[in-house]
């Protein structure tokens, strides 16, 4: 079974440009999650969707980052402009539902000069 | 979504002795809880899951203990081998963020 697909692993970019970041799920898994793992820290969660509806994006800054998952598969995250402080991993995962286990693609490393 | 407390942030332990991670969570409402695996340059991976129905659940030579009382959930790994030295994050269900996590250091 093929595991969560990320891209690019790697990115660097100035602060106030843009970026945005690929996530392909686990075939068949409806929920789809992107986390923030700043250095040091535990992933916090930016959004999470069940199938092609957000079920949870209390902690996404709408002002700079948005996500949509069109059809219900891919995932899309983009951030503009990018700050400083935005420099972190972002952690795709997915699931068969909204509760068991969480699946997580390798992150794509975010730094903002 | 809740937030949930992890102790300790760090943990140093010999090859072979017993490791002990805890989780406090808040929301009396959770009924499965698991804990996550993170090595360098990798998305975090599950080691282990329980749900509320069980106080215990061994795998080899880790096991999860959930005491739904004090709200909180432990994990346990015994005969500790350097490859076991990894960060170690608890997130149950409803809970917006992972734990701080654990950086567990075994060594020779």
């Known amino acids: 079974e093929a595991g969560v697909a990320q891209s690019p692993r790697y990115k660097i970019i100035e602060k106030r440009q843009s970026v945005a970041f690929w996530c392909n799920p686990i075939?068949?898994?409806?929920?789809l999650y992107w986390y923030q793992q700043i250095l040091g820290q535990g992933p916090k969660l930016l959004i999470q969707?069940?199938?092609?509806?957000?079920?949870?994006d209390s902690q996404l800054p709408k002002d700079r980052f948005s996500a949509e998952r069109l059809k219900g598969v891919d995932s899309t995250l983009k951030i503009q402009p990018a700050k400083l402080e935005d420099s972190a991993v972002y952690l795709c995962?997915?699931?068969?539902?909204?509760?068991?286990?969480?699946?997580f693609g390798e992150g794509s490393r975010l730094t903002v000069l | 979504g809740e937030n949930v407390e992890q102790h300790p942030s760090t943990l140093s332990v010999q090859e072979g002795d017993s490791a002990v991670i805890k989780c406090t969570y808040s929301?009396?409402?959770?009924?499965?809880f698991p804990w996550y695996k993170q090595e360098l340059g990798k998305g975090p991976q599950l080691i282990i899951d329980?749900?509320?129905?069980?106080g215990e659940k061994k795998d080899q030579r880790i096991a999860v203990t959930l005491n739904k009382t004090a709200k909180h959930f432990s994990l346990h790994i015994t005969e500790t081998q350097p490859e076991d030295s990894a960060v170690y994050f608890c997130?149950?269900?409803?809970?917006?963020?992972f734990g701080k996590g654990t950086s567990l250091l075994v060594t020779p």
């Open positions: 995962a997915s699931s068969w539902g909204t509760v068991g286990e969480l699946f």
């Open positions: 075939s068949g898994h409806a929920t």
């Open positions: 969707f069940q199938n092609n509806g957000v079920v949870d």
């Open positions: 929301d009396s409402a959770s009924n499965y």
């Open positions: 329980i749900r509320s129905n069980v």
């Open positions: 997130a149950p269900p409803g809970a917006l963020n």
